[in-house]
């Protein structure tokens, strides 16, 4: 009996070592739907840039849908414990200001269209900024991590 107990001590004090030691961390653990949704931003944001050397108006409606879909997203994202590097790459793409996603929609539509050049190399930088953000879903590490917090604070 005493040694049944003993053994219950030992594993609360290690159960209360690792769930401290994860809260201290302050990164929300793996998220298998943040990381599939946001997958499936980046293959729908890439197609969509992808047209944007035609007009707008005609893409209005999937640039609206897409921009939905990343506004559910950051909802979702908003309410997750010890999230905020993530919340704030979210908001930052979303944030018409900056040289990034929605920058980039809101350029497109007051130009019309966008020259190829631009929309290659506008790709580039928003799809690394994807990159970062499922890489940083997936392995919550020190490196990923300060490579998201880099993109952040570069474009603050």
């Known amino acids: 009996m005493k040694h049944l107990k003993l053994k219950h001590f030992a594993f609360l004090i290690v159960f209360s070592l690792i769930f401290s030691s994860c809260s201290l961390t302050r990164t929300a653990l793996f998220d298998q739907y943040s ?4 997958i499936e931003l ?3 944001t890439n197609r969509l840039i992808n047209k944007a050397a035609t007009p707008y108006v005609v893409h209005k409606e999937e ?3 897409l921009f939905l879909d990343i506004e559910k997203l950051i909802e ?3 309410n997750k414990p010890n999230n ?3 919340f704030a790459m979210w908001k930052m793409l979303t944030d018409k200001e900056k ?4 920058g980039f929609f809101k350029r497109w539509e007051i130009n019309g269209i966008v020259s190829k050049s631009f929309l290659e190399e506008f790709k580039k930088q928003i799809l690394e900024a994807f990159d970062l953000l499922i890489q940083y879903e997936v392995k919550k590490d ?4 300060e490579a998201l917090l880099d993109l952040i604070n570069l474009n603050t």
Do not use: F, G, R
Request: glycine share 0%.
């Open 35 to 38: 990381y599939e949704k946001t």
């Open 42 to 44: 980046k293959v729908a």
């Open 63 to 65: 640039v609206e849908n």
């Open 76 to 78: 979702y994202e908003k």
């Open 84 to 86: 905020d590097i993530t």
């Open 99 to 102: 040289n990034l996603l929605a």
């Open 142 to 145: 020190k490196e990923s991590k």
